[in-house]
């Protein structure tokens, strides 16, 4: 019903830069939110940065001021800015999407769906 294409991911000198790009496609009534995740070798799928319908943002802590999230809701896709990169960004980052489907309509419930997810490597 709905599918999620990510790009962007590549190798990467440290203090270098990235954008990530992913566009969602498919039975999509209204996107509430869509984020961005990312998971290291050996460890847990951790938040980068969300935003919302209504423009708010969310941003990891140790994120803040190097990764930037937006979105271009014309085509249904956001981006992930990333600056400065450090060989700790290494991870596979996933496109998250939160949607409401065309078959409930405003009224019916979110669903998120993830990308499958795009590697991100940074040497020193």
């Known amino acids: 019903q709905v599918q999620l294409v990510e790009s962007g991911g590549g190798l990467v000198q440290a203090g270098g830069s990235l954008r990530l790009s992913c566009a969602a496609s498919g039975s999509i009534f209204s996107i509430r939110a869509m984020g961005w995740y990312r998971q290291a070798p050996g460890k847990q799928r951790e938040l980068v940065a969300t935003?919302?319908?209504?423009?708010?943002?969310n941003y990891a802590d140790s994120l803040k001021g190097r990764f930037t999230i937006s979105i271009n809701n014309a085509n249904n896709t956001t981006y992930l800015q990333m600056n400065s990169l450090k060989p700790e960004d290494t991870a596979v980052y996933y496109c998250?999407?939160?949607?409401?489907?065309?078959?409930?309509?405003?009224?019916?419930?979110?669903?998120?769906?993830w990308g499958r997810g795009t590697q991100v490597t940074v040497s020193s």
């Open positions: 998250s999407t939160d949607i409401q489907l065309q078959q409930y309509g405003s009224g019916g419930p979110t669903f998120r769906y």
């Open positions: 935003r919302n319908s209504g423009g708010m943002t």
